[in-house]
């Protein structure tokens, strides 16, 4: 029921933090890392890849489907709705029509956006006042993901999901079958 994107030699680039130690836990939730859509927002990811492709950039993916048993894992580590989402409610990742994101060459070097991925800081908001190649980046990104249907994050400029998500099941990586968990 969700679609798989898989990397390419020629992109889309993948950097799957929580399938790494380089996330908030500080060891990795992922047992592999791995982008699954729901088939809305895998059309919709498409969609924006082919417009960065035609402005010279790519897409270099930092998370999609997050299976709930991951969110309790950011959660307990975390506990605060600003930055991650109480599992019980459940997050748009755990609907798999939300992606963390951002533009890069098509070589895969990401552009600056200012803060990293997942950096926890007000800079981090989209809005801020980031450096103007930074901000430009930003919108450029907001341009792309935005035309393809996606709806930005006032507090993350990496996160894009599809309207009205929750429309759309919470699931497991057990119900979803994606295989994601250790
Ligand atoms: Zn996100």
């Not at 982008?35 to 927002?41: D, E, G, S, V």
């Not at 890849?49 to 991951?70: K, Q």
């Not at 963390?100 to 926890?120: I, K, N, Q, W, Y």
Request: glycine residues 8%; proline residues 8%.
């Amino acid at each position: 029921m969700l679609t798989e994107i898989t990397p390419g030699a020629d992109g889309p680039f993948f950097d799957i933090a929580y399938a790494t130690a380089n996330n908030i836990t500080g060891t990795p939730i992922y047992g592999r890392g791995a982008c699954f859509l729901h088939p809305r927002a895998a059309e919709a990811f498409h969609r924006a890849r082919a417009a960065a492709r035609a402005i010279g950039l790519d897409l270099l993916v930092f998370d999609a489907f997050r299976p709930t048993e991951a969110q309790w894992k950011l959660w307990q580590a975390l506990p605060d709705p600003t930055f991650i989402a109480d599992p019980r409610l459940g997050s748009t990742h755990g609907r798999g029509v939300a992606v963390d994101l951002t533009l890069c060459s098509p070589e895969g070097v990401a552009l600056d956006m200012g803060t990293g991925f997942d950096e926890m800081t007000v800079l981090s908001y989209h809005a801020a006042a980031v450096a103007p190649e930074a901000r430009r980046n930003r919108l450029l990104l907001l341009g792309v993901m935005a035309e393809a249907g996606f709806v930005h994050n006032e507090f993350e400029w990496w996160h894009y999901n599809l309207p009205d998500p929750d429309q759309y099941p919470l699931l497991t990586d057990a119900a979803a079958g994606t295989h994601m968990m250790p």
